[in-house]
């Protein structure tokens, strides 16, 4: 059975930074694309990040250049390393895996098959 455990969210200033975490276990595939979600009150959920087995990353324009997605197999954990943190950037995250390549053009989309609880992430101005 497969689990993702996400965690490391918290409140924070505009400026700070988290650090999210997702561990993942009984994940049975060689081939993934995994990433970070958020979704806001009222709003859609978002792709954030995402990394492949390959180790390719991709952001959203929103947050490159301030989120780091990485994962490290020895640990099996997701990671989204969160900088310079904007009230924007409030939302629950999500972190989310898939037995797939990540594509340029739908890695942000929702039909990942894994799904964490979700952690929330606060930023007051």
């Known amino acids: 059975q497969v689990q993702l455990m996400d965690s490391g969210g918290g409140s924070v200033e505009a400026g700070g930074s988290l650090r999210l975490s997702c561990e993942i276990s009984g994940y049975p595939h060689s081939t993934y694309c995994m990433g970070w979600f958020r979704q806001a009150p009222g709003k859609e959920r978002q792709g954030v990040a995402a990394?492949?087995?390959?180790?390719?990353?991709s952001y959203i324009a929103a947050v490159r250049g301030r989120f780091t997605i990485s994962k490290v197999n020895a640990k099996n954990t997701l990671y989204l390393e969160m900088a310079d943190l904007r009230p924007e950037d409030t939302a629950m995250y999500y972190c989310?895996?898939?037995?797939?390549?990540?594509?340029?053009?739908?890695?942000?989309?929702?039909?990942?098959?894994?799904w964490g609880q979700g952690t929330q992430v606060t930023v007051s101005s």
């Open positions: 989310a895996a898939k037995p797939d390549v990540c594509v340029a053009w739908t890695w942000y989309r929702s039909d990942y098959n894994y």
């Open positions: 990394v492949g087995s390959d180790g390719t990353t």
